[in-house]
């Protein structure tokens, strides 16, 4: 499916993606009124983001040993 190169770039973009949804979480918490609400709207296309990544993620990943094939 993947090369090991091109798994290794997925994992880490899915990884950042995750990363960035926690920090807006944070910063839509933020004392500033203009800028919780930025955050706060950018919320959805950051979760879209991360949850795109990881189906592919899914998608993408070799079979599991451990699945029976049927």
Do not use: C, F, W
Not at 14 to 32: I, P, V
Not at 41 to 50: E, I, K, R, Y
């Amino acid at each position: 499916m993947l090369t090991k190169l091109d798994q290794e770039r997925l994992d880490k973009a899915t990884q950042a993606a995750g990363l960035l949804q926690e920090d807006m979480r944070d910063l839509s918490r933020a004392d500033n009124p203009l800028l919780a609400d930025i955050a706060y709207t950018l919320m959805d296309d950051v979760v879209g983001l991360h949850q795109r990544l990881q189906r592919i993620s899914v998608l993408v990943r070799e079979p599991s040993e451990d699945v029976i094939e049927g």
